[in-house]
């Protein structure tokens, strides 16, 4: 079993940047690919990136390529978003995500244990 829990939202100029974090407890947290996906009001969840147990491997989504990084702390037990060249679309609620598999996932369903979600507005 592992809980997860979000921090680091805000509100952020368009420009900006952010970083959101993801505490995990437990002890396998090592174990965990680690992902981070958000919903946007009247949107479908959509995935935004993921990361490998050892941090090694990271795979993102299209539209934050670039301007995002995933990366981890397992000594820390903790997952890590930043944020940069924030723009208004990426407002959102985001939600980190842990699932077992040896594949970075992006689909939502697969993942099995979820964060409560923490809010990033971005402000034109």
């Known amino acids: 079993q592992v809980q997860l829990v979000e921090s680091g939202g805000g509100l952020v100029q368009a420009g900006g940047s952010l970083r959101v974090s993801c505490a995990a407890s437990?002890?396998?947290?090592?174990?965990?690919?680690m992902a981070w996906f958000r919903q946007a009001p009247g949107k479908e969840r959509e995935f935004v990136a993921a990361?490998?147990?050892?941090?090694?491997?990271?795979r993102y989504a299209d539209s934050v390529k670039g301007r995002f990084t995933i990366s981890r702390d397992n000594a820390k037990n903790t997952v890590y978003l930043q944020m940069n060249s924030l723009k208004p679309e990426d407002t959102a609620v985001y939600a980190c995500?842990?699932?077992?598999?040896?594949?970075?996932?992006?689909?939502?369903?697969?993942?099995?244990?979820w964060g409560q979600g923490t809010q990033v507005t971005v402000s034109s």
């Open positions: 995500a842990a699932g077992v598999f040896a594949a970075l996932r992006v689909d939502a369903k697969e993942y099995d244990y």
């Open positions: 437990g002890r396998t947290f090592s174990s965990y690919v």
């Open positions: 990361i490998n147990w050892s941090g090694d491997f990271a």
